[in-house]
C-alpha cells in the first residue's frame, strides 16, 4: 500500500524560505494528485495545494504568492517551498494523496488519503 | 477562500448517536458531491472516514455514516464509543479548484 512521508528541516529562521519533501513508497507518484496541508498547533487543518504529477498546480490563494510545489517523479517524490515565512507559518506540515474524478478536462478533488505522519516546521530565529 | 463552519465541540454517551454540521456556500459544499470527513486522534495524523458526501472507505465502521442538505453537510455516529473520541474536519473541493477544510470539532465521549 502507498505510504508517504515528510522530511526537512524542523527549524527555519524568519523570512527565509521553507522547504520540505514528501516521499512517496508502494506505488508511483505518476497518475495521481498530490497535496500539501498543514496544522498550526491546537488549530485547524488548512489545505495548501495540489500538484499534478504531470507537474500543473494549484495553490491556496491566501498563500499563492509564497508557495511553490513541484515534483520529481524520478525520485518519486514532491516538493514544497513557502517563502518568507514568519512565526505564522508554524505548524505541521502534511503530505498526501489526493483522491480524484476527471470528466472533460477538469478534475475534481475527493478526498485526501492516505496522508503522511506529518513534520512540525517551527518558524523562530 | 473561508474555512467551512463546524461547531467546536459535541459531546454524547456511550451507545448514542451525535451529529457534527459541517457549513459552507453553494461555490464548496453545496455546489459539488465531493464532501470528505477526517477523524484526528492527538499527535496524529488524520485518517479518512467519509467520501463523496456518503461513502465509507474499507475498514471504516458503519457507525459513521453522511449526509448533504443544500450548503450544509453532516457526518453522524452512532453507538458512540469512547475510541470516538477526537477532532473530526469536513472538506470540500471548491468552485475555484482549490480544497477547503472545516474549522473542526471535537467530540467528547461522556
Known amino acids: 500500500q502507498v505510504q508517504l512521508q515528510e522530511s526537512g528541516p524542523g527549524l527555519v529562521k524568519p523570512s527565509e524560505t521553507l522547504s520540505l519533501t514528501c516521499t512517496v513508497s508502494?506505488?508511483?507518484?505518476?497518475?495521481?494528485?498530490w497535496s500539501w496541508i498543514r496544522q498550526p498547533p491546537g488549530k485547524g487543518l488548512e489545505w495548501i495545494g495540489y500538484?499534478?504529477?504531470?507537474?500543473?498546480?494549484n495553490y491556496n490563494p491566501s498563500l499563492k504568492s509564497r508557495v511553490t510545489i513541484s515534483v520529481d517523479t524520478s525520485k518519486n517524490q514532491f516538493s514544497l517551498k513557502l517563502s518568507s515565512v514568519t512565526a505564522a507559518d508554524t505548524a505541521v506540515y502534511y503530505c498526501?494523496?489526493?483522491?480524484?474524478?476527471?470528466?472533460?478536462?477538469?478534475?475534481?478533488?475527493?478526498?485526501?488519503?492516505?496522508w503522511g505522519q506529518g513534520t512540525l516546521v517551527t518558524v523562530s530565529s | 477562500q473561508s474555512a467551512l463552519t463546524q461547531p467546536a465541540s459535541v459531546s454524547g454517551s456511550p451507545g448514542q448517536s451525535i451529529t457534527i454540521s459541517c457549513t459552507g456556500t453553494?461555490?464548496?459544499?453545496?455546489?459539488?458531491?465531493?464532501v470528505s470527513w477526517y477523524q484526528q486522534h492527538p499527535g496524529k495524523a488524520p485518517k479518512l472516514m467519509i467520501y463523496?458526501?456518503?461513502n465509507r472507505p474499507s475498514g471504516v465502521s458503519n457507525r459513521f455514516s453522511g449526509s448533504k442538505s443544500g450548503n450544509t453537510a453532516s457526518l453522524t455516529i452512532s453507538g458512540l464509543q469512547a475510541e470516538d473520541e477526537a477532532d473530526y474536519y469536513c472538506s470540500s473541493y471548491t468552485s475555484s479548484s482549490t480544497g477547503v477544510f472545516g474549522t473542526g470539532t471535537k467530540v467528547t465521549v461522556l
Open positions: 508502494g506505488g508511483s507518484i505518476s497518475s495521481y494528485y
Open positions: 453553494s461555490s464548496d459544499v453545496g455546489g459539488y458531491n465531493y
Open positions: 463523496d458526501v456518503s
Open positions: 500538484l499534478y504529477y504531470s507537474g500543473s498546480t
Open positions: 498526501a494523496r489526493v483522491g480524484t474524478y476527471c470528466s472533460g478536462g477538469s478534475c475534481y478533488s475527493r478526498w485526501f488519503d492516505p
